[in-house]
């Protein structure tokens, strides 16, 4: 049985490379790992619980294993943060191309300002070796402007901050830092992205990383896609 969630086969031929990449101690994975794979897009998806997972993926614990492999641990994020202190719970960072496609992702707690918020991404991104093409980060007025050039300077690219300098009761989108709202959007689309299920920064990072892998195999095995330099964030 399929599922809309499923890889299609140019998806996989995207995806299987990663997860077999050479090593010194052979294969990492056992023959069933698309089918794992589809299970965990098929749980972000819908947002099941783990026990309803249908029996066509197999055990649902081996599932639930090899996630836990990748997102196991990690710091409380059940503190109060945002206006007042008020807001209880997690905080979504997600940077984005100039085409909208997210580049990275992280969980935080609600309580993190936006300068820490930033400076996580960022080093989240040299990690994965994409500031190596970077050139420009978009962030917005939350984003002190000491933060921002302490930030490009400790990354060597322009941090630049962007809004609106009057204030209006209408909502007007900012160009090229809109997209970030878009991209929200769609990862809102995965029903267990609806709520925060998660009791760790880490396994909530983990399923909004899926639900961007699963944004971007769509858009990715519809065509080629041209790269360009600037990001925003």
């Known amino acids: 049985m399929s599922y809309a969630s499923d890889l299609t086969d140019d998806q996989w031929d995207l995806m299987e490379p990663v997860f077999n990449a050479p090593g010194k101690r ?6 069933d790992l698309r089918t794992v794979v589809d299970a965990m897009l098929y749980i972000a998806q819908t947002g099941c619980q783990w026990r309803y997972l ?3 993926f197999g055990p649902w614990t081996r599932v639930w ?9 990690g710091f409380t994020f059940h ?10 719970g ?4 997600v940077a984005v191309d100039v085409t909208g496609l997210p580049v990275g992702a992280l969980v935080v707690p609600a309580s993190t300002h936006e300068n820490r918020a930033s400076e996580l991404m960022l080093k989240h991104l040299t990690r994965q070796g994409v500031t190596d093409r970077l050139e420009l980060v978009l962030v917005d007025r939350g984003v002190t402007a000491a933060a921002a050039r302490a930030l490009g300077r400790d990354h060597d690219l322009e941090v630049r901050r962007v809004g609106w300098d009057d204030k209006q009761p209408v909502f007007r989108p900012i160009r090229h830092a809109w997209r970030v709202e878009v991209a929200h959007g769609r990862l809102g689309r995965s ?11 880490t396994s909530a990072t983990g399923w909004l990383q899926v639900a961007c892998i699963a944004t971007t195999l769509r858009h990715l095995s519809r065509g080629p896609v041209r790269r360009p330099a600037a990001l925003a964030a």
Do not use: I
């Not at 997690?90 to 960072?93: E, F, G, I, P, T």
């Open 191 to 201: 029903r267990r992205l609806a709520k925060s299920f998660e009791n760790t920064t």
């Open 79 to 88: 503190d109060r943060g945002g206006p007042y202190g008020r807001t209880k």
């Open 65 to 73: 294993s090899q996630l836990r492999r990748c997102s196991n641990g």
């Open 90 to 93: 997690a905080k979504r960072v």
């Open 54 to 56: 249908p029996e066509s």
């Open 26 to 31: 052979g294969r990492k994975h056992a023959d």
